[in-house]
């Protein structure tokens, strides 16, 4: 059900060139169709270790399921862009509620001794999706249309629904819980005008109303901070901040994915904008390296459970930093072709350090505190996904030269977007380094 969930998230990225024409909308609105999805899995998977707690797997799972054949209908159906968002956001409820029910299975079954692999079987359904879903999106909107990215997945997903009534198991008791509606409104707030300023950022006035936006978010992240001092009913536990090994874990795991969601979304554009490939080639650059990367995950995992953190993390990170390098200076002059190869080992760096961050963090950590590490890690993912669409949509359309054609504007803009991430390889050596100096909880309980 997380992979379905996942598929259409990233099965969208590449039609959005087609909405822009169909709706007629901006490419900084339909952008939204990706980024108010991850923005509403993320708002969801804040309140996972609550969830966990409160109800069982299967009714976790059962609701996973219906939320996403409703919002599938309602996008299959949409007659205009602002009923396709409302179902985009309806469908995200799938991965907000499966993907935290999943790891949390994992921590519920798994020894600490091979959390390392199990975990990387999880993230190969959490990998795998990305990579077929932009070839998938790609392919639907070349032979038919969007809208059958919609009507192909439901029925599989009816399917998964009964299927999953047979499989889903409780492992822990449940218990009734008061669930802090005020600390979630005030990070929902927080989280939303923050997204919502970055994504008007690159407008005329975007500058000025940003501050506003952001002056809105850090208030209620003071408040958030504060209230969470004096209250005793559930979301999570921001006591897990205190352990270093979750917060250099955390930092740079957020980062990779922040780079990997904006990649996703500018790499299919980039070709369709700047070299007039089609909707299904710009889907398919992506395709190789994530698929084998997607499957590469048992044995970064393993690589984690056998030989430590040091080498799955700084050898990822340095794949990851120097495909950043040379997108960021030779992009303009790569082929389609040559962008796949190199996106290729990006994706294996990148796949490598992401979810061994998380695995590491994880093992580091005693069992108390790990279902809110989960809770955070999952709905930072998200967090981060939101924001790394949003930021490389806003660096890539933010040149506009009046002597330079369109494509080339978004070229010059891409690779400031490259440049991002190239930054983001660099410091996160500096949190591995920092990582790798604390001993804090236990691999043994």
């Not at 024409?21 to 108010?36: A, C, H, P, R």
């Not at 999706?129 to 009816?158: D, E, H, K, N, Q």
């Not at 352990?243 to 070709?271: A, D, E």
Request: hydrophobic share 50%; glycine share 10%.
């Amino acid at each position: 059900m997380t992979f379905m969930g996942v598929l259409t998230e990233t099965s969208m990225n590449v039609t959005f060139p087609t909405l822009m024409k169909q709706f007629d909308v901006s490419l900084t609105t339909v952008q939204w169709v990706t980024t108010g999805y991850l923005l509403t899995v993320a708002l969801l998977m804040i309140t996972s270790a609550f969830l966990k707690r409160r109800f069982t797997n299967k009714q976790l799972f059962v609701s996973a399921a219906l939320l996403f054949i409703t919002g599938d209908i309602i996008c299959g159906l949409a007659p205009n862009y602002w009923i396709l968002l409302v179902g985009r956001l309806i469908q995200a409820g799938c991965v907000g509620l499966s993907g935290p029910l999943m790891i949390n299975i994992i921590l519920d079954t798994v020894p600490v001794h091979r959390l390392g692999t199990y975990m990387g079987m999880a993230n190969l359904i959490i990998l795998v999706s990305p990579a077929i879903g932009p070839a998938f999106g790609g392919l639907m909107v070349y032979i038919a249309s969007w809208r059958m990215i919609f009507w192909t997945t439901l029925p599989l997903t009816i399917i998964l629904l009964f299927l999953g009534l047979q499989a889903i198991k409780q492992y822990t008791p449940t218990q009734k819980y008061d669930f802090d509606w005020l600390r979630f409104a005030l990070l929902s707030v927080g989280l939303v005008s923050l997204i919502m300023g970055l994504n008007i950022v690159g407008e005329p006035d975007g500058p000025i109303r940003f501050i506003g936006y952001l002056i809105v978010a850090v208030v209620m992240f003071a408040l958030f901070g504060w209230r969470s001092k004096y209250s005793h009913k559930a979301l999570f536990k921001l006591s897990v901040f205190k352990h270093p090994s979750f917060v250099y874990s955390f930092l740079p795991y957020i980062l990779l994915q922040l780079s990997n969601i904006g990649i996703n979304f500018l790499l299919p554009n980039y070709v369709q904008m700047v070299d007039h490939a089609s909707s299904f080639m710009g889907g398919l650059i992506l395709l190789p390296g994530s698929l084998l990367n997607g499957f590469g995950q048992p044995i970064y995992g393993w690589m984690l459970d056998r030989y430590g953190g040091k080498l799955p993390l700084y050898l990822g990170n340095f794949l990851f930093t120097i495909t950043a390098l040379y997108f960021a200076f030779f992009g303009r002059s790569l082929s389609v072709l040559a962008i796949t190869i190199v996106y290729t080992v990006f994706a294996m760096g990148r796949s490598m350090a992401f979810g061994n961050s998380m695995a590491y963090g994880l093992k580091k950590l005693a069992s108390p505190v790990r279902n809110d590490a989960n809770a955070l890690y999952s709905t930072g993912q998200q967090v981060a996904g939101s924001i790394g669409t949003t930021i490389i949509a806003v660096l890539m359309t933010s040149i506009k030269l009046p002597h330079l054609s369109s494509s080339q504007n978004v070229a010059i803009g891409s690779q400031f977007a490259f440049g991002l991430i190239l930054f983001i390889g660099l410091i996160n050596f500096w949190f591995f380094a920092k990582l790798f100096t604390f001993k804090d909880g236990s691999e043994s309980d």
